[in-house]
Structure formats: structure tokens, C-alpha cells
């Protein structure tokens, strides 16, 4: 027959108190080891959120500052554009301001020699007869009308003040109290400007 194995119940006491002694004693250093796992997690994650607003703001600050330069070149070639269509404007109003001002020009010059030998036959015709003389002299007067509502007008600088840009000097008389140097003597030939354009200068004598 088995021995039968007695308890003693004072030593059961004794053994658990001892167990729960070395739990007590285990805990912390479970704790202690588990600790900067969840901190060093835990600090992670918190930099994670401190560096995800920061790169979304950075990531926004170079689109708006490459559309902001984009903006800039955009205006400036706008600008450009602007300034080129005025000069073009500006070139063709006053390319048809010349065509409208100067567009007789070229017959303009043409008709200064015609001109030129109806004043000599109007000159000489004190020696024709009243009635040719009277025709002339009406055909003279509606030609210098018709010349001034062109534009043209005739360059006879007599007893003025020489001016090189519409008057050619030929010959250099003395100067005398009438006439100062400096000052035309004679006009043998009338200039004729069109519009204030010089078609042909004045032929004068100039006192010196």
C-alpha cells in the first residue's frame, strides 16, 4: 500500500509568498524591456506626423513660386507683343499719313517745270496783246490756287534771312544797310515745298 504524502500547509504558505515575491521582482524588468520598443515606435510615428505637413507646405511653395514665374515670363511676353503691335500700328498710320501728304509728290515735281515757263510767258507777255496777257494771268491765278490746296507752296525768300534747308545760295553780293549779311538779294529761281517737304530749293543771291 502507498505511502500516503503529507502537506504541510505552513510551507505551501511559505512557497507561494516566495512566487509572488519573484513575480513582483520580474514585472518591472519586463516592463523596463518593453519600454523603448513603444517609445522608440511611438516617436516614429510622431515625427512622421511633423514631417508630413512640413513636406506637403514645401511641395506647395515650389508649385506657387514656379507659377508665380511662369506668370512673370507669360507678362513679359505679353509686353513684347503689346509694344511690337503699337510700333506696327504707329509705322502704318504714319505710313499712310505720307502716302496721303506726299502720294503727288512725284507730280508735283513734274509740274514745277510748267511752272517755271508760264511765269516766263507771263513776263513777257506785256509785250501781247491785252487779251492773251489778261489769259494768262487768270490760267496763272487758278494754277497757284489749285498748288496751294495741294499742299505746294512757293519759296521766295527775298530780302530775308538765308535758310539753307530751303534755299540755295549761288552767288554772294556786299552787304549794304538794306541789305545785312546774311540776307537774300535776289531770287532767281522760286523753291517749292509740298506739305513743308522741300521739292526744290530756291536759286538766290545771299550779301556777305
Known sequence: MAEEKTVNPAEELKKAGEEVREGELESPDASESSSPTATTEGAQTEEKKDESPTADVSSLEAELQAAKDKAAESYELYIRAAAEMENTRRRCAQDVMEA?????????????????????????????????????????????????????????????????????????????????????????????????????????????
Open 100 to 208: 496721303r501728304l506726299f502720294g503727288i509728290e512725284s507730280f508735283a515735281k513734274n509740274l514745277i517745270p510748267v511752272i517755271d515757263s508760264l511765269e516766263k510767258a507771263l513776263e513777257a507777255a506785256s509785250q501781247a496783246d491785252e487779251a492773251t496777257r489778261k489769259g494768262l494771268e487768270v490760267t496763272m491765278r487758278q494754277l497757284n490756287h489749285a498748288l496751294e490746296v495741294s499742299g505746294m507752296k512757293a519759296i521766295c525768300p527775298e530780302k530775308e534771312k538765308f535758310d539753307p534747308t530751303t534755299s540755295q545760295a549761288i552767288a554772294t553780293v556786299p552787304a549794304d544797310a538794306e541789305h545785312p549779311a546774311g540776307t537774300v538779294v535776289v531770287v532767281f529761281q522760286r523753291g517749292w515745298t509740298l506739305n513743308d517737304r522741300v521739292l526744290r530749293a530756291a536759286m538766290v543771291s545771299v550779301a556777305g
